[in-house]
């Protein structure tokens, strides 16, 4: 079953409004997760590193009052879109490490197809 | 700096073998392999750890060769649920963060009953 839950799966939403994607580690801690985005027929980009109990990390070109990311828990981790233009559109993804009980894994959630009309 | 990943796309027929592979500029510690079909996110196919390591799972394998900062990723006797997106993803020597991940461009695998 799924070990990285991302939640809304897809979201269309008018211009300037503000969307949260939620990214759960379903039976594993992460102190670290990471958010990407993907475009059609492209790879996946970093956006951030996201950090549990500190400020996130965000890779340059990534504006962090656009995309506010907060990590309150060793299993939850949430990004923002703030006042999303249609440009926004995108598939987001998070994903988290888990190297407990011996495994070493980095699972990515279902991702967020986010549609800014 | 984004690993280049060879070929861009292959077409095979049910039964046959592929290679893909995944070529970095600055020293791994590690690289990933995920396969992605469309308008799904990737699934974790294998990481590999150490220079020269070699894994398997069922009839997809991969090495690693550290000191050419290569890792390739073989798929034999493929299977129509074979198609797909592949991505190496990789991670630095001395990254800031543990699990951080730089994908390549992505191998764009078709296969035909």
């Known amino acids: 079953g799924a070990v990285v839950s991302q939640h809304p799966s897809r979201v269309i939403c008018k211009s300037g409004t503000s969307v949260k994607i939620e990214c759960r580690s379903l039976?594993?801690?992460?102190?670290?997760m990471f958010w990407y985005r993907q475009f059609p027929k492209q790879s996946l980009m970093l956006m951030a590193t996201s950090n549990e109990g500190s400020k996130a990390t965000y890779e340059q070109g990534v504006e962090k009052d656009k995309f506010l990311i907060n990590h309150a828990s060793l299993t939850l981790s949430t990004l923002t879109v703030t006042s999303a233009h249609p440009e926004d559109s995108s598939f987001y993804i998070c994903?988290?490490?888990?190297?407990?009980?011996?495994?070493?894994?980095?699972?990515f959630g279902p991702g967020t197809r986010l549609t800014v009309l | 700096q984004q690993p280049v990943q060879s070929p861009q796309a292959v077409i095979l027929r049910e039964g046959e073998d592929a290679v893909i592979n995944c070529s970095s500029s600055k020293a791994l510690y590690s690289v990933h392999w995920y396969r992605q079909k469309h308008g799904e996110a990737p699934v974790f196919l294998m990481i590999?750890?150490?220079?020269?390591e070699q894994k398997g799972h069922e009839k997809i394998s991969a090495s690693f060769n550290e000191k050419k900062q290569q890792s390739s990723l073989y798929l034999t006797a493929s299977q129509l649920s074979y198609s797909g997106t592949y991505f190496c993803?990789?991670?630095?020597?001395?990254?800031?963060?543990?699990?951080?991940?730089?994908f390549g461009q992505g191998t764009i695998l078709t296969v035909h009953p």
């Open positions: 994903s988290a490490r888990d190297r407990g009980r011996g495994r070493d894994t980095q699972y």
């Open positions: 039976d594993f801690q992460a102190t670290t």
């Open positions: 993803g990789t991670e630095v020597t001395g990254g800031t963060s543990y699990g951080k991940l730089t």
């Open positions: 590999l750890l150490k220079g020269g």
